[in-house]
């Protein structure tokens, strides 16, 4: 069990090393060039031996107009001390220019690892923090950088969207997503060994490589698409495309048994003229402009909130909200008392149908309605 347990962890430890190439690096931070004017820009999850991060920075500093870039070396050996390289200008195409400071561990944390103390207290001195985290502590690092209420671009799994801890975040627009990848997979330069852990490896320059699906940049500084989304381009409401409506494709968007709202299987196939309630795919999060859609929760969540009350002598069932408003009700059958949790479609007959994929509740802030709709 003992040798089970280290090999587990040695292998989440080999997960978590995912080295980002310098072009994916680039490709983003070019989205937030005049936001770095003057700023500190802390590294906390790169050694500044090998890290693209600390090189994309390093030999744009200057134009960049940083203030400073911090750098943290992570200490594999317990106890043993480490160091940060610190960089405030004059050299920027030689890598190793700049000083270092040493750093130390603390209690269940070795030196240079986010949480240790001496981290800290760099975290607390930048400005912008921007990195590739280890996955597998996502939750712990993002909560720490919402503590100390700091900028950051960083790179992350889509699946942590879905996360209790993450979402609302979203949903309180204090995340989102990046501008540079909103689709396909992503290549990271893995350890060397890294073929013994898994099997979907290959090698590109001499370097074993894993091409990762659903990877996304994660922010909280403003980029020009989060003011597009799905009906504006350049910021400005876009009457160039078509758009989709509710009224007259009813049909098309099938209600939901336990939740007043319609289902809606595509981002790119939001009603513009819906006023209610809608069960959309995650994905909306690639499209999602603040401006344009209310996200009021996911799927789970809408059912959390609400209270299943069957009332026998009325013979009805009802979802009621906090606030003690009936959102729906209906006459109550005996198979009802096997829903379960989840939103359910109604079927053609009134009865509970089939349960979407994950949603997102989201509602149009600004709906247009099919004559008044000016665009196409």
């Not at 997102?360 to 247009?368: A, F, T, Y």
């Amino acid at each position: 069990m003992a040798d089970n347990r280290k090999m587990q962890q040695a292998k989440a430890a080999k997960n978590d090393e995912f080295y980002t190439e310098y072009r994916t690096i680039s490709d983003e931070m070019g989205h937030y060039r005049t936001q770095f004017e003057g700023q500190v820009v802390y590294c906390n999850c790169d050694d500044p031996e090998w890290s693209n991060f600390w090189r994309y920075f390093h030999s744009n500093f200057g134009s960049l107009k940083l203030k400073k870039l911090i750098c943290t070396h992570y200490q594999q050996e317990a106890g043993a001390p480490s160091y940060a390289l610190i960089y405030e200008g004059g050299d920027d195409f030689n890598m190793e220019a700049g000083y270092t400071v040493p750093i130390a561990g603390n209690g269940d944390y070795n030196a240079g690892d986010f949480r240790s103390d001496a981290c800290i207290e760099f975290l607390k001195k930048s400005t912008i923090v921007t990195t590739n985290p280890p996955f597998s502590l996502f939750r712990e690092y993002v909560a720490q950088l919402i503590k100390y209420e700091k900028k950051f671009i960083i790179l992350g799994n889509q699946n942590a969207s879905h996360n209790k801890d993450i979402f609302p975040l979203f949903k309180e627009n204090k995340l989102w997503y990046g501008a540079s990848i909103h689709s396909g997979g992503v290549d990271f330069r893995m350890p060397d060994d890294y073929e013994e852990y898994s099997d979907n490896v290959f090698i590109k320059n001499g370097h074993h490589y894993i091409n990762l699906a659903g990877i996304r940049w994660f922010t909280n500084m403003d980029v020009k698409y989060r003011h597009d989304g799905l009906w504006h381009k350049n910021g400005e409401f876009d009457n160039t495309q078509a758009h989709c409506y509710y009224e007259g494709n009813e049909d098309r968007y099938p209600h939901y048994y336990n939740f007043n709202g319609i289902d809606v299987d595509s981002a790119s196939n939001i009603p513009i003229d819906y006023t209610g309630y809608m069960g959309v795919p995650i994905t909306i999060l690639d499209k999602y402009n603040p401006s344009e859609l209310e996200i009021l929760g996911t799927g789970s969540d809408i059912e959390k909130t609400m209270t299943h009350m069957v009332t026998e002598e009325k013979k009805t069932i009802a979802y009621v909200r906090p606030d003690g408003s009936v959102a729906w009700s209906a006459p109550y059958t005996v198979s009802e008392r096997k829903l379960g949790n989840g939103l359910r479609i109604m079927n053609a007959n009134g009865l509970p149908g089939a349960s979407p994929f994950s949603r997102i509740i989201v509602r149009n802030l600004h709906p247009i309605s099919k004559a008044d709709d000016k665009g196409f």
